[in-house]
């Protein structure tokens, strides 16, 4: 099964950007599968934050944006806040029906 | 409003089976798929598989085929995730969650945009 890759782990201080980074064959541009990004909060449900690689749902901060290159898909966070400390998820389409879930990344703000 | 709510924490043995469930509200339940997903204890999110409640229409991860069953009852608004034999490393957080958007033989454009509350599954061995 095709795997997505994410640093473990990514650090910021206040008002500082930042970017998580998702890497896999099921992203390539060539496959025409989007990208979606959900943010856990410890002992809670995720929440979906980016999808089709670049759009925001109602209600996420401008704060929030999202791309992909080839087969690299980004989160990036602009002006960190506290809360914004949380798991990120990268998450796309691979076959047959079938999604896949990178390993996730820890900020740390 | 529009909902995905869970059953209840589960405390099982090995051996034993288990049916939890995730009942939809607020919106057209059969209309859009429900998937599935598992997290272990201090692990990441793992696609488990999903479920169209309209027909049925069923798919796995080669990880978790032959290890789970996911069914749904569109009468009643509830997709299911079933174990006939559970093992301690079943042990996890499940989450249920709808698929928004749409997928093609040429491109798949969806996301999952409501989740559930999640039920936490512990089995001792």
Redesign the interface.
Known sequence: ?SALIQPASVSGSPGQSITISCTGASIDVET???V?W?Q?HPDK????II??DSKR?SGVSSRFSGSKSGNTASLTISGLQAEDEA?Y?C???VT?????????TKLTV | EVQLQQSGAEVRKAGESLKISCKGSGYTFSSQWI?W?RQMPGK????MG?IYPGDSDT?????FQGQVSISADKSFSIAYLQWSSLKASDTAMY?C?RR??F?TN????????L????TLVTVSS
């Open positions: 099964q025409n599968n989007r979606s959900y856990q449900a995720p929440k979906l999808y089709e749902p798991d998820y998450c796309s389409y047959n029906n079938v999604w896949v879930f990178g390993g996730g | 998937a997903v990441g999110l793992e696609w999903i798919s796995y991860s080669p990880s989450y969650a928004e958007g997928c040429a491109r798949c454009y969806a996301y999952f945009d989740w559930g509350q999640g």
